[in-house]
Structure formats: C-alpha cells, structure tokens
C-alpha cells in the first residue's frame, strides 16, 4: 500500500530562517506528487505540484520542491521565511495507477516567530 | 475562483443521531471528495463520487455513506453518529480525467459527537 511520511510533525523557526520540510512516499510506480498549505482560518489550498518533468517544482509564495526518484522523495523548500508562512504544510502523492486517490501525509506545522 | 462551500463550520451531534453534511461547488467539477481531517494523521478519503450517482468507498467509509444527486452537491451522511467520528470534515472537488488536477477545498465542518 501506498503511504506519505512526514518526519517532522512541529517546525519553529526564526523570520529569515531557511526551510525545508521532508517528505517521503513509497510507490513503485510513477507518481504525481503535491504540496498543499492550510494557513490559520483558511481552506487547505494547493502550494505546488509535480508531475513530469523538471524535477525542481516552483510553487507560490517562494516556495519550491525538488522530486528525487532516487530517495523517493519530495522536500518543500524555502530560503527565507516569513512569519506569514505560519500555516500546517501536507505532502501528498497519487501513484498513477490509483486513479483519484490522494495519500496524505501527517502534516507538518510551521511556526514562525516574528 | 473556484468555490467549494459547505454548509456548517461548526456542528454537535448527539450520539445516535442521523448527520447530515452538505457539501456544494460552483465550477463544474465532475470530481468530488469528502475527507477526515484528524491531528497526527492528516487527511483521509471517506468516499469520492466521479459523477452523478457515482460513488466509491476511500479508505474509511464505515460508518458514512453519501449521495450525489446534482452535479454541484456531495452530501455526507452519518447514520448513528458516534464519539469516534468528532473530527473535522473536508469537502474537495477537482476536473475529471487526470489525477493530478488540484482538488478545491471547502472550509470545513468540525463536528463533535457528545
């Protein structure tokens, strides 16, 4: 069975502090691979995706993600928070053969201190 | 913009008693999804519908069942609500065909069960 792992459940950082929150999937197969964000109060919106192609992905807000085949991984990056990055981060994957399913992870919360 | 509403923030239930959760997007969307969304675990698919009258069981279903009579309207049924099933309930919809189109979520319902 597919499944997402998470390894840090709480983040604290600094404003100006670099990023980079792991994510781990196991699936055999080709993958589409997602980062969602749930800011305070807010609807969980999509941060950025990958799906083919060059495995550095651009999202919103500075954000960027790398896909390594090789560790079966997808690591959010970014270079300088903010204290408006505050929010609960999910990584997801949908293996293509598993038609709509996303599987999630546990989610990461960020926090930062101003 | 894409609007996926749902038609409580906030619930209490009794135990035993017949839950009714709505759920309606704006865009057309064939895709519609209801998640569980509990601390350490993330979010877990309940049911999905690809089409009118359309429905298929996630990974938790028991317990649940749904009905999609319009295209625009999910609905998510609890039958004897119980304590276990507080959590907060994610409504998404999404475009047909590809799996990785982004999913569209809806605030939210969090729901306790006395």
């Known amino acids: 069975a597919q499944s997402v792992s998470q390894h840090n459940h709480h983040v604290i950082l600094s404003e100006a502090a670099s990023l980079e929150l792991g994510c781990n999937y196991s699936?055999?197969?080709?993958?589409?691979l997602f980062w969602y964000v749930q800011y305070p109060g807010q609807h969980l919106q999509l941060l950025l995706k990958?799906?083919?192609?060059d495995p550095l992905v651009k999202g919103i807000k500075g954000f960027e993600a790398e896909f390594i085949k090789s560790k079966f991984s997808f690591n959010l990056r970014k270079p300088s928070v903010q204290w408006s990055d505050t929010a609960e981060y999910f990584c997801?994957?949908?293996?293509?053969?598993?038609?709509?399913?996303?599987?999630w992870g546990a989610g990461t919360k960020l926090i930062i201190k101003p | 913009d894409v609007k996926v509403t749902q038609s409580s923030r906030y619930l209490v239930k009794r135990t035993g008693e017949k839950v009714f959760l709505e759920c309606v997007q704006d865009?057309?969307?064939?895709?519609m999804f209801w998640y569980r969304q509990d601390p350490g675990l993330g979010l877990r698919l309940i049911y999905f519908?690809?089409?009118?009258?359309?429905?298929e069981k996630g990974d938790i279903p028991e317990g649940y069942s749904v009905s999609r009579e319009k295209k625009e309207r999910f609905s998510l049924i609890l039958e004897s609500a119980s304590t276990n099933q507080t959590s907060m309930y994610l409504c998404?919809?999404?475009?047909?065909?590809?799996?990785?189109?982004?999913?569209?979520f809806g605030p939210g319902t969090r729901l306790t069960v006395l």
């Open positions: 997801a994957v949908n293996g293509m053969d598993s038609n709509y399913q996303l599987i």
């Open positions: 699936y055999g197969g080709t993958v589409n």
């Open positions: 990958y799906f083919s192609g």
């Open positions: 865009m057309d969307h064939e895709n």
């Open positions: 519908s690809y089409d009118v009258k359309m429905k």
């Open positions: 998404a919809s999404s475009l047909p065909g590809q799996a990785y189109n982004e999913q569209f």
